[in-house]
Each structure stands twice: as C-alpha cells, then as structure tokens.
C-alpha cells in the first residue's frame, strides 16, 4: 500500500504556536517524502535546538533532537555510518548559522549526501525574542533594544560561497513550490540546503506581509551551474527571490569514502587485502 503524509505523522502533536510557519514546513515535508515513496523506517531525521528543533519529536522516523548547533555533524554522522538511509536535518537560523555556523562549509565541501531546512525567522524565537544572525539591522529585540547594529548574514551567499551543492530557498507561504523544492533536496546526490523563510507570529522580526511582499520566483531562464549569477540573486536585498539559486553534480561523501577504501585495500602488487587485514598492521 503506497505511503500518505499521514505515514510520516508521529504519534506526538505539535505544539508551536497558531499560525507559525513551521506547520506548513512540517505538512510539505511528510508530502514530498510520501511523493518519493520513501519508507519512514529508511528515514532519519535531526533536528537541533530552538523550535524547528521539535521537527524530529512529530517525524515518524528515525530521529534524534540534538544539542545546540550541532545537528549537521550529527546528520553527516549518521549518513556516513548508513549511507543506504534517506538522513534529513533540520535548524533554524540561530541555530544553524549561530553556534552551527561553522559545521556548514565542511559539510559542504564533504558533499556529504544529506537535506538541511535550514528554517529562517530572524529570531531566536523559543527562547523569547533575542537577535539572530540574520535579523535586520536597526530592529529592536530583548537583546539590542536600541536596535541591532551587526549586518545580518546572507545565507544564500554564503551557502554559495562554500560551494554548497544544492542551494534553494523557499517561504512557509509557498506550500506547493516547497514540496517540488523539496523532492529535488532530497533526490539530489550531495549536501542539499533549502532556506526557508518562515514568519514567526510570536516575535514577528519577519512578519507574513513582509514575506509576501518580497518574495519573487527565480527567472526561469536561470541556470542553476551559474554560481555568479546566483551570487547576483541573492544580494537583491529588494527581492526574496525563491527557486533553486545552484546545483551541481560533484562527488559525494560516500563516493569518496569508497575510493579511500578501494585504494586502500588495493597497495600491495594490485592485490587486494581485505579492510581487517589492513587494520591489522596498524595494531
């Protein structure tokens, strides 16, 4: 019997607050892997801390909610270890660009073969309304109540800087668009990043009609292998632009992993020892 999004439901209900984006995260995410025919029991899901953090407790999937700012090394952890796994991770923009920040270009450039939602409301939403990285210069929140006066990270320019494989962005108002966004992260083999914009009602730094306002499709005549291009597109701070900004094909993770050990088990005359042989001389 083919899989619904109600496959993908954990027993737990959410408990965000009415109107918060994550809802339609949450309901795009279960469609577009019952769209893929993947089975929950080959799924892992990661979450880290803040409110996207409850996205692995109502996943009804292998998961795991970890610490603050460690959820891509937790996921690229168990994507090595299961490469046979669908491993999806999920962050908001404090957590994943704060104290996170810094495990992104190595996942990058490992091209481990994961999906990262990075979910941006530019708040620290759970923990009362502080400044994130990406909130807006001049905004007044309980920790700059004279107003920020640090630039907000671009996310999209710096996923590209890093060569990230797969780069999208997306809004929570865009439920249709997501799920499409969404399939491809996941059928895409490498480190797949979706930036979702998504408005938090409780500390609205980004409010639904700001997004409204702002957001605009990518060109159709883009080419996604154009990272300069991409590069133009997301320093348009007059547009949030939404599509898929680049993606490439390049090695992944395990496609390396693989050559070490073929490479490794094949030095002696080209003939081949086993993996606890080669162990073996290092005892």
Sequence with gaps: MKNTSQNYKSAIKPVWCPGCGNYAILKSLQKALSELEIEPENIVTVSGIGCSGRFSHYMNTYSLHGTHGRAVPTALGAKAARPDLTVLCVGGDGDGLGIGGGHIPHAARKNVDLTYILIDNRIYGLTKGQSSPTTPIDKRTKTSPYGVYEEPLNAIAMLLAYDTSFIARISSLQMKEMVEILKEAINHKGFSVINVMSPCVTFPVLGY???????????????????????????????????????????????????????????EDNQKVTVEELLEKYV
Excluded: W
Excluded at 218 to 247: C, R, V, W
Excluded at 254 to 265: G, R, S, T, W, Y
């Design 209 to 267: 009609d700001t997004v409204r306002d702002l957001i605009k499709p990518i060109p159709e005549n883009h080419d996604p292998s154009d990272k300069l291009k991409a590069m133009q597109l997301a320093y348009d701070d007059t547009k949030l632009y939404t599509g898929i900004f680049y993606k490439v094909q390049k090695p992944t993770l395990e496609d390396n992993l693989n050559k070490q050990i073929e490479d490794a088990v094949s030095v």
